[in-house]
């Protein structure tokens, strides 16, 4: 499941991330965003979670990849793939993980047009990589963090050390291994505005 960072350059540094862009006209515009403001988004927009009993780390985890793919915006369509909404998910998986999260499937365009539905099953998909992240990493969050971004990004949850760039539709995008560490910073830093200081500890 493959998703589109606008940028065709390699991240150099994590120091800096380069995001997709909100689209406007049609046009998917490019954002470089400086790691110290990749957690401007305005989240406080997002609808509530459905997802029973949702561990804190999910919902930083889920706000560093929406940084990352959509810039938070639950209308994006990505040009080259297809990716839709918030968390640009492929179209071939939403009959099977709408199946799963909400008991039935939905269309694509009803999947777009609802930010509570686009909510629900993302996090229902992320909970599920985190539980199996956990598991494979021997409680190592941040290699937990990493494999459930390249499960996200590439469909291979083992693949987070992957350095190949990787192309779709003749579009380069980053390697795995660029993208896994990204969305790893992206997580730190939600972390702290959530107030999860480790792995298993929130004050909520």
Known sequence: MLKQ???SR?????????VRGLLMGGLALPVVVPAAQASTYDFQVEPSSTTPSLP???IA????????????????????????G???????????????????????????N??????????????????????????DEAIAVRRVASHWYSGKPYRYNHTTASYYGGHRYPSVA????????????????LGIDQLGYSPW
């Open 178 to 193: 660029e993208y896994t560490l990204a969305i790893l910073q992206r997580y730190e830093q939600q972390k702290g505005l």
């Open 10 to 18: 390699s991240l150099t540094a994590v120091t800096t991330l380069v």
């Open 114 to 139: 609802s930010p509570e539905l686009q909510l629900q099953v993302i996090d229902f998909k992320l909970n599920q990589y985190w539980q199996a992240a956990l598991v494979a990493s021997n409680g």
């Open 86 to 112: 918030y968390g640009q998910v492929m179209p071939a998986n939403i009959p099977s993980w709408t199946k799963e999260a909400l008991g039935h499937s939905i269309t694509a365009s009803e999947f777009l």
């Open 61 to 84: 985890l889920r706000r560093a990849i929406i940084g990352q793919e959509s810039g938070a915006n639950f209308r994006a369509v990505n040009r080259h793939s297809g990716a839709l």
């Open 56 to 58: 804190p780390q999910v």
């Open 5 to 7: 960072w606008t940028s």
